[in-house]
């Protein structure tokens, strides 16, 4: 189930090879500014927003109601996380103890708060 990360992760991608300066989560977060309000995915979902929370990017996805399908929220960031660890993004990212979450709400409502995710899975 990939439904959040290939527009995000190539999104980061781009990021890290361009401009200077402290690469923190803010940094990212003002970057990806112009991906807010987009849809993404099949469903689709959109993303409402990306701000950072200390060192975390923390990108907020809202749906029609039921668009979880009953998923945990870890299997969705699962699925943000695997498309962007296929970059080479990923690395970079994660470094200097940067973390990113995912959160959500159906229709605006439930909010569910994603786990931090520090590293790419391994194996």
């Known amino acids: 189930m990939r439904i959040l990360g290939p527009a995000l992760g190539a999104a980061l991608l781009l990021l890290s090879a361009c ?5 923190n989560a803010a940094w990212f977060a003002r970057r990806v500014q112009h991906m ?6 099949p469903i689709p979902v959109t993303l409402k927003s990306a ?5 975390a990017l923390v990108f907020t996805f809202d749906g ?12 969705l960031t699962a699925s943000f ?3 962007f ?7 970079d990212y994660f470094g200097d103890g940067r973390t990113f979450r995912v959160d959500t709400l159906e229709a605006g409502q439930r909010p569910v708060r994603g786990s931090p995710v520090s590293r790419c899975r391994e194996g």
């Open 85 to 91: 660890c296929e970059t080479p993004a990923a690395k």
């Open 64 to 75: 029609p109601a039921g668009w979880r399908g009953g998923y945990p929220s870890f299997m």
């Open 36 to 41: 807010v309000g987009r849809d993404y995915g």
């Open 19 to 23: 401009d200077s300066g402290p690469r």
């Open 51 to 55: 701000e950072a929370e200390g060192n």
């Open 81 to 83: 996380l695997d498309s």
